[in-house]
């Protein structure tokens, strides 16, 4: 089964994800997106397969990310500023086929494994 940790590895949570996903005996593709960034269709998959919705992917302690919330911002906005600024998106998050979660509580990802 393919696994996916969308993962910040400066993040003690993200680092304890990988840590549990490989105690499971499961090898994700780990994909650190501060580097590489988030392109809208990935953004939209995680935010159905999450069942959160684009919004519920913010990082609410980022205030940027405050602020896109408090103005109700559109989807499109949260795309462009998600885009443009990666650090707003919410981690870690793991991806499989069964679906995707965010790892907070980190134990959280097992369900989707």
Wanted: hydrophobic share 45%.
């Amino acid at each position: 089964m393919a696994v996916v940790l969308y993962h910040n590895p400066r993040c003690s949570t993200s680092r304890n994800a990988l840590a549990l996903l490989r105690d499971q005996g499961v090898e994700p593709e780990v994909v650190e997106y501060l580097k590489t960034g988030w392109d809208p269709a990935t953004l939209r998959r995680l935010a159905a397969a999450t069942g959160l919705g684009l919004r519920g992917l913010l990082r609410t302690k980022e205030e940027a990310a405050k602020a896109l919330i408090a103005r109700n911002a559109s989807d499109d906005d949260i795309l462009a500023a998600a885009v443009a600024d990666p650090i707003l998106i919410e981690r870690p998050i793991v991806e499989t086929p069964k679906g995707a979660r965010i790892g907070r509580p980190v134990d959280r990802v097992l369900d989707v494994i």
